[in-house]
């Protein structure tokens, strides 16, 4: 059991942190070819190594892809304990806006609307976040609503921070060696991209998960498709026979995708294709895809079913040209961590010593961990708290950045024997 010291000192410790990692700007961008994707993603990373040194980490690497590398040494008498990694990603989803957010506590939240300060179009209900009806009593933040909140994964990277913090404060807390890794461009499907393998043990862990006492070690197969309509422009006043309108044949073209595989009608265990952008103009539109499923071949039918679409519409508008290219984005984990299923009971512990359910859960999407464990890394994924990413209605319990890294303390030490 931590004492209620160190449980007061993890609570004010990850809310400052949060509210002070979620204002630096750092979304990540898919249409750009530079690593990382985005500049800004840099600004976080400075301030994490400086912040990483100040706790006595070693081996500080804030490298120029954007990754964050540092080594904390075990407590005297431990050194021979089993490294372990923990991980985190510093960028936020394009989606939404994730510049000039500023967070907002809701003071012992009541179970009522949350309305937003900066934008009365949208409301936080009990509807929309049914795990809203747990958090009554609780502390809850949001951002001001034009923006998301950064939650995802923010709160990860903070709850690794202050378990830092934590081990560097309280002598007590043992553990053993433990590298620390924060990653950029996870949103747009690219975190593990640069990553140095060399500087990670055999088993790491993913602070990168929802609600408070997810454990996850199954994720989607997952794919990314580009289509590119290349049509022909033609003055409108005489086009008869002659126009081929990219953009417009490429809306008609995802028109034919059906509508209850979309994400707003699946859930569960269920697959889906998803049009994250339609850019264009009339001589030449391109479209993004992400199909996801747990099955690998359910997601080879949906990709068979796009090939198909794509020979009937150049059929029906002769001179049309359509590239269609497949990339293969992320498998699903549960096959590379099966066989190591020691980490997932270890990290179950860990879940109910911080007094926490454990929520068995399979991720609708992917984390660093599931191209970490194709790479033969097995990286489960711990919760960090927040729910409904990526969206302006985001929001976290502070209670759950407390208790997530509670986990992390407890799971460091449950390592010191394993």
């Known amino acids: 059991m931590l004492s209620e010291e160190i449980i007061d000192f993890l609570l004010e410790e990850s809310v400052k942190r949060f509210l002070k990692y979620v204002q630096v700007w750092t979304t990540s961008d898919e249409l750009s070819q530079s690593n990382p994707s985005t500049e800004n993603q840099f600004e976080l990373g400075k301030i994490l190594a400086a912040e990483l040194k100040e706790l006595n980490l070693e081996n500080i690497l804030h490298d120029k892809y954007g990754y964050v590398y540092a080594d904390l040494p075990a407590n005297s008498g431990l050194e021979n304990a089993r490294r ?50 747990e958090y009554i009593g609780l502390d809850v933040i949001t951002s001001e609503g034009d923006t998301l909140l950064g939650a995802d994964d923010k709160a990860g990277v903070v709850e690794i921070m202050t ?38 043990p055999g088993f790491c862990y993913t602070m990168d998960g929802s609600e408070m006492g997810e454990l996850e070690f199954e994720c989607f197969d997952a794919w990314k498709a580009t289509i590119t309509f290349t049509g022909l422009s033609i003055h409108p006043g005489y086009a008869k026979n002659l126009l081929i ?32 952008g339609l850019k264009g ?7 993004v895809l992400i199909i996801r499923d747990y099955i690998e071949n359910n997601n080879e039918g949906r990709m068979n079913f796009l090939k198909k679409l794509k020979e009937l519409y150049e059929l029906r508008y002769p001179g049309l ?38 929520k068995f859960h399979s991720i609708r999407g992917g984390t660093d961990g599931s191209r970490l464990s194709e790479m033969g890394i097995p990286t489960p994924n711990i919760f960090s708290g927040g729910s409904l990413f990526h969206s302006r209605k985001e929001h976290i319990p502070t209670l759950a950045l407390q208790k997530a890294s509670e986990v992390l303390l407890h799971l460091a030490q449950l390592w010191t024997s394993a």
């Open 84 to 133: 372990i990694s923990l991980i985190a990603h510093i960028d936020t989803s394009p989606a939404v806006s994730g510049k000039n957010v500023k967070p907002v506590i809701h003071k012992n939240y009541d179970g009522r609307t949350i309305e937003f300060a900066s934008n009365k179009d949208i409301k936080l209900t009990v509807e929309d976040s049914p795990i809203l009806k």
């Open 163 to 200: 378990a830092c913090a934590a081990w560097k404060r309280f002598s007590e807390l043992k553990h053993g060696p433990i590298t620390i890794c924060f990653t950029p461009d996870e949103e747009v499907g690219k975190g593990t991209l640069n990553i140095d393998k060399q500087r990670l």
């Open 245 to 276: 309108n990219a953009t417009h044949i490429a809306s008609r073209f995802l028109s034919e995708i059906p509508e209850q595989e979309s994400p707003e009608h699946t859930e569960d265990r269920e697959g889906f294709y998803y049009v994250s």
């Open 281 to 287: 103009t009339v001589e030449e539109a391109k479209t």
């Open 321 to 358: 040209r359509i590239e269609l290219e497949f990339e293969h984005q992320y498998s699903n984990m549960l096959r590379f961590i099966e066989k190591d299923k020691f980490i997932v009971d270890l990290a179950e512990k860990a879940i109910k010593m911080a007094g926490l359910e454990v």
